[in-house]
């Protein structure tokens, strides 16, 4: 490996940051690959591109934020220096270790991107980010910028060059980089370096995380390959846990991979999705930071890695959710919080960012999330599910758990029957949303389960009283005479893609006469090709300004249930276009847009649980 001084033309830099071409600064949303270490993520572009990095946690402040900010977020860019190239990624098989292999006129290389999951007895983890450049034929050269912009870009830093590469300071974070060619430094506090490789040569760039005062240690080329070798066993000895043999086996396993990247290992805590801002509509303000651990999602989530047999995963979402447990009369919005920060806050104040531009212009910028405020009766009908499941195919419910969750249980017995903002988080005033009412029979009738297959203590002819009152009327209030079909919420003929799962969680029979007409509703109004919206907005105001794309997960309930009601050639083929969704390396993010581009934060855990869901029960009913 050769290190350069020439004036390279993949980029300068500038104040600011690096400046890509107008035309393209920024890469579409899918254009992504992911790699994390079950502490935070990074977001790797298929041009060699870091744009987003958040050290050390999901939800710390960003250190590489160029996706919501092409000038001034920070990136760190290892991209070909020389014109006429192009790019192909892809996971190497069975991990989560992302190889973007670069094209070029001269040859043919690639850089290797993972993040060392945490070591069993380790006393601090590093969250290392390794960045591996490999020549596989010919030659090359590259030129690596290293821009950070600490604190959403608020915070100023300082770097020094150390004879082992660059040393970075903030007020609140220190990092190291690591690498053996000389780099060269910018008055901004950026790096840059440009190497020349040639077939079997390698050039490495490890960004770690130190504490203040903490000397650097090098990584030499042997540490580096036992890195790499320890992280490819550990994800592929985690993934052969799965019991998932069917039909989309490789598809079902990204999935997982991918949800076990989302899951904050400290406190088994699943994020929804480990972005904020990225917006639902190009230029539109449905901008929202998903970098935390909703009731809802985790459970759903929960779900589907059951059904994979990871066990151990739910055993710690229990430890995490038992912690929530505790009893809050005194706030209006019940003992539960929607959501809570991954360590368990409950405090996430809603902040604008107005200095950086958004995605592609797409402002505001916003971290925090107001909406963990709102009352959403729904949350305890996925929590009880996710205890049920947990409790017949992981992790006994114990005796201090059950008498905390009942309690939770005694509230809701108290306060069903009132409007609330609804699983889709609606700014427009509460509603008898019927989704909710859904779930609250949910929550009420696995605790019945609970209470029967355990013995354990319940109000039994009071509960059993109050799941049917909510059943009752759901069917008188929740059923549309007109329209034959269940709607949005009792006041209104608006049909909701969330009640797709009325079948699915066992409310009623997938070939009942009621659901099925419900289904042809839903699938003559919402879906679009494979594609299935929320709910139409303009007959249905919710508080917020611009246009909804379709939600993806969505897509995955509407397979599901067709399934279950037995219009198998009809799912099947539905599944497999919503696949042709996927991106490069097989993620979702939370919509997709009018022309197929992928919207919204990426990539979203509940897509991921949807598809694995789909995919399980179609190929049940497929035999």
């Known amino acids: 490996m050769a290190c350069e001084d020439r004036a390279g033309r993949g980029g300068r830099v500038v104040s600011g940051g690096v400046r890509r071409a107008p035309q393209a600064r920024y890469l579409p949303i899918a254009e992504h690959g992911l790699i994390g270490?079950?502490?935070?993520v990074a977001l790797v572009g298929t041009d060699g591109t870091i744009d987003w990095f958040c050290c050390p946690h999901f939800d710390s402040p960003s250190v590489f934020a160029a996706i919501l900010d092409a000038d001034h977020g920070g990136l760190f860019r290892i991209s070909p220096d020389c014109d006429g190239w192009s790019s192909k990624q892809l996971y190497l098989p069975d991990t989560n270790v992302l190889i973007t292999r670069f094209l070029m006129p001269d040859g043919v290389g690639e850089v290797q991107d993972f993040m060392p999951p945490p070591r069993s007895g380790e006393a601090t983890h590093r969250h290392r980010v390794i960045r591996r450049v490999l020549a596989v034929r010919g030659q090359m050269r590259f030129v690596v910028d290293v821009v950070p912009r600490f604190d959403y870009a608020r915070a100023r830093h300082e770097?020094?060059?150390t004879p082992y590469g660059a040393h970075f300071r903030s007020p609140e974070l220190e990092l190291s980089l690591s690498t053996g060619c000389p780099l060269e430094k910018s008055d901004d506090g950026d790096v840059r370096a440009r190497i020349a490789v040639r077939a079997g040569e390698t050039a490495t760039f490890v960004l770690d995380r130190v504490e203040p005062g903490e000397t650097p240690v090098p990584c030499s080329d042997a540490d580096i390959t036992a890195e790499f070798d320890a992280t490819v066993a550990f994800w592929r000895r985690w993934l052969s846990r799965s019991r998932y043999n069917g039909r989309w086996r490789e598809t079902v396993h990204r999935s997982a991979l991918t949800l076990k990247l989302l899951t904050y290992a400290p406190t088994g805590a699943i994020v929804a999705a480990p972005t904020t801002s990225l917006p639902e509509e190009l230029g539109g303000t449905r901008n929202w930071d998903y970098r935390y651990t909703w009731i809802r999602d985790a459970a759903f989530s929960l779900y589907g890695l059951l059904?994979?047999?990871f066990t151990d995963e739910a055993g710690a979402f229990m430890e995490w959710l038992e912690g929530r447990f505790r009893h809050s009369a005194d706030r209006e919005s019940g003992p539960l919080q929607i959501m809570y920060g991954i360590d368990g806050r409950e405090e996430l104040p809603e902040e604008e960012l107005p200095h950086l531009e958004g995605y592609m212009g797409s402002a505001p910028v916003r971290i925090g999330n107001e909406a963990a405020t709102q009352l959403q009766l729904d949350i305890y009908g996925e929590l009880m599910d996710s205890v049920y499941l947990c409790n017949k195919y992981g992790r006994l419910l114990y005796h201090d758990g059950w008498m905390e969750l009942t309690r939770n249980l005694e509230w809701l017995m108290?306060?069903?029957?009132?409007?609330?903002?609804?699983?889709?988080?609606?700014?427009?005033?509460r509603r008898d949303y019927t989704y909710s009412r859904l779930m609250s029979w949910v929550a009420v009738e696995r605790a019945i389960r609970i209470a029967r297959q355990r013995g354990l203590p319940a109000d039994l002819l009071r509960w059993t009283a109050v799941r049917d009152s909510i059943y009752n009327q759901i069917m008188e209030r929740g059923w549309h005479p007109g329209r034959r079909a269940f709607v949005q919420h009792f006041d209104t003929e608006v049909l909701d893609a969330s009640l797709l799962l009325m079948p699915l969680c066992k409310f009623i029979a997938p070939t009942d006469p009621r659901w099925v007409s419900t289904l042809d509703a839903i699938t003559a109004e919402l879906v679009s090709d494979s594609l299935v919206y929320r709910y139409k907005a303009d007959a249905s105001p919710d508080g917020l300004t611009g246009e909804e794309a379709t939600f993806s997960m969505c897509s995955f309930w509407?397979?599901?249930?067709?399934?279950r009601a037995g219009r198998l050639n009809e799912a099947r083929?539905?599944?497999?276009?919503m696949l042709t969704y996927a991106n490069h390396v097989g993620l979702y993010s939370e919509e997709i847009g009018p022309t197929g581009e992928q919207l919204g934060n990426f990539p979203q855990a509940f897509t991921h649980l949807a598809l694995i869901s789909a995919a399980f029960n179609l190929d049940r009913q497929l035999g």
């Open 159 to 161: 770097v020094a060059l």
């Open 558 to 563: 509407w397979v599901e249930a067709l399934a």
């Open 37 to 40: 270490d079950m502490h935070t």
């Open 307 to 309: 059904r994979l047999g």
């Open 573 to 577: 083929l539905a599944f497999e276009k």
């Open 414 to 429: 108290d306060h069903w029957d009132q409007p609330d903002e609804g699983i889709w988080e609606t700014r427009a005033g």
